[in-house]
């Protein structure tokens, strides 16, 4: 396993900094809130490429958040289907194996009309990224996506096996009543990425997202079922806190992720 972060900078500067750290690699999330970003990140990527490769990183990841896939009437929205196919030809050029994204549920529509748009959506991403051997991956991230857990995923993911899952194991403990390590166990050999991220529950409910290491997840237990798993993919960290996502304290808390992590990172 290699061990990485998520960038929402396109920098070298930030590049360099994570390379200090002693990381293997940077995720980019490129997500729906962020006008035309998509562009930009293709437009930089051969030059994003260039600044890894001379400091011996790579890019574990690509993805996109929140976006709607699927219009009301049912028809895909064509141009977020053009986002996600800009943002796989930029990770082509990236050399970047995993492409991220969800699928939005549509309330005027039937389970049944909702799950065959989706597959279609999907298989479409699969064939278009396909050429450039690059797998398509959901996230469990509540964010627009119904595409998060069973019984979504035994409909969707059945029918489309070439499509993968990326996991958070925060996004199922929030859900309340998810079992992460249930979930690992029945769908581990489908995950193609993993993210890394804190999350602590008090009196039942969502408190905060600090540091992995410093919350309430089984990390041991958790390294354990990907290993049972054979997941040997990229585990992404990601500082979401606001009280723990930047400066000397974010520093501070990533710094110790690493350490934990590389305890329980044997391959």
Not at 47 to 62: A, C
Not at 225 to 254: M, R
């Given at each position: 396993m290699k061990l990485g972060i998520i960038s929402y900078s396109f920098e070298r500067e930030s590049f360099e900094k994570i390379k200090a750290?002693?990381?293997?690699?940077?995720?980019?999330?490129?997500?729906?809130?962020?006008e035309n970003r998509f562009q930009e990140f293709y437009d930089k990527s051969e030059g994003i490429r260039r600044d890894l490769d001379e400091l011996g990183l790579f890019t574990g990841s690509v993805g996109r958040w929140g976006g709607d896939k699927i219009n009301p009437d049912g028809s895909v929205h064509q141009e977020e289907l053009h986002a996600d196919q800009t943002l796989i030809q930029a990770a082509a050029k990236l050399g970047c194996p995993v492409y991220v994204t969800g699928c939005n549920y549509v309330d005027g529509l039937s389970l049944y009309e909702n799950y065959s748009a989706a597959i279609g959506y999907f298989q479409?991403?699969?064939d278009f990224a396909k050429p450039y051997g690059i797998k398509i991956a959901t996230y469990n991230c509540r964010w627009n996506n119904y595409?998060?857990?069973?019984?979504?995923?035994?409909?969707?993911?059945?029918?489309?096996?070439?499509?993968?899952?990326k996991y958070d194991p925060s996004h199922s403990r929030y859900a309340m009543g998810a079992d992460y390590l249930s979930e690992m166990k029945k769908w581990g050999k489908r995950f193609a990425h993993v993210h890394i991220k804190g999350?602590?529950?008090?009196?039942?409910?969502?408190?905060?997202?600090?540091?992995?290491g410093l919350d309430d997840t089984n990390w041991g237990a958790f390294m354990a079922a990907l290993y049972a798993s054979d997941y040997d993919g990229n585990l992404s960290i990601e500082p979401h806190s606001a009280i723990w996502k930047e400066g000397e304290l974010g520093d501070a808390g990533v710094s110790y992720t690493i350490e934990m992590m590389r305890k329980l990172m044997f391959r």
């Amino acid at each position: 396993m290699k061990l990485g972060i998520i960038s929402y900078s396109f920098e070298r500067e930030s590049f360099e900094k994570i390379k200090a750290q002693g990381l293997d690699f940077v995720e980019f999330c490129v997500n729906c809130d962020q006008e035309n970003r998509f562009q930009e990140f293709y437009d930089k990527s051969e030059g994003i490429r260039r600044d890894l490769d001379e400091l011996g990183l790579f890019t574990g990841s690509v993805g996109r958040w929140g976006g709607d896939k699927i219009n009301p009437d049912g028809s895909v929205h064509q141009e977020e289907l053009h986002a996600d196919q800009t943002l796989i030809q930029a990770a082509a050029k990236l050399g970047c194996p995993v492409y991220v994204t969800g699928c939005n549920y549509v309330d005027g529509l039937s389970l049944y009309e909702n799950y065959s748009a989706a597959i279609g959506y999907f298989q479409a991403l699969i064939d278009f990224a396909k050429p450039y051997g690059i797998k398509i991956a959901t996230y469990n991230c509540r964010w627009n996506n119904y595409l998060h857990s069973d019984p979504a995923w035994e409909v969707v993911h059945g029918h489309l096996p070439e499509l993968y899952i990326k996991y958070d194991p925060s996004h199922s403990r929030y859900a309340m009543g998810a079992d992460y390590l249930s979930e690992m166990k029945k769908w581990g050999k489908r995950f193609a990425h993993v993210h890394i991220k804190g999350s602590l529950i008090i009196d039942g409910e969502r408190f905060d997202d600090p540091p992995a290491g410093l919350d309430d997840t089984n990390w041991g237990a958790f390294m354990a079922a990907l290993y049972a798993s054979d997941y040997d993919g990229n585990l992404s960290i990601e500082p979401h806190s606001a009280i723990w996502k930047e400066g000397e304290l974010g520093d501070a808390g990533v710094s110790y992720t690493i350490e934990m992590m590389r305890k329980l990172m044997f391959r």
